[in-house]
């Protein structure tokens, strides 16, 4: 619901419906993921990214796993070149570092942020997202075919100017 911040969204609760899918290799974890639209922070000189965090319920009856990675960038199409942010490609794609890669905690794409838990930040280190305008996420749901899925109703992004 993006009430409040400046869109035109009125008071529509807008949500992500999304099919689980096998995971690789067809194991019993079932897993899927979403990115969320690019956020500007609205600071020309950047922020710096310091938690990410979700809330909802955990999932029961066996393991379940909510997990982000993080991509931020001076562009707002993830570009790593401005002031004309043209060059090379936007979000993602084969990133696995810098400008518009989605990285996790050892600033790769290897690795994800993994809060412990709904209402338990994730901190972010700040050399991979520091003095960036604009960033966005990508949540990963993961549940063994015993367990009930998570639930995210909200994600939250801290960061200081």
Known sequence: NNTGI???????????KTTWNPGEGGGSTISGWLESSTYDTGF??????????????????GTTVVKFR????????G????????SQPGWGGSKTSGDGAFVGSDGTSAT?????????????????????RYFRYRLFLE???????????????????
């Open 112 to 132: 994800y942020y993994q809060p412990s838990g709904p209402a338990s930040p994730a901190a972010i280190p700040a050399k991979d997202h520091n003095n960036k």
């Open 143 to 161: 549940k063994d075919e015993s367990a009930t899925s998570p639930t995210v109703r909200d994600v939250l992004v801290n960061w200081s100017p």
């Open 70 to 77: 993080v991509a931020s960038a001076n562009c707002s199409n």
């Open 79 to 86: 570009s790593p070149a401005p002031p004309t942010c043209t």
């Open 44 to 61: 020309s000189g950047g922020v710096v990214l310091n938690s990410i965090m979700w809330l909802g319920t955990a999932g029961t009856g």
């Open 6 to 16: 400046g869109n035109t969204c009125g008071a529509s609760n807008y949500k992500v």
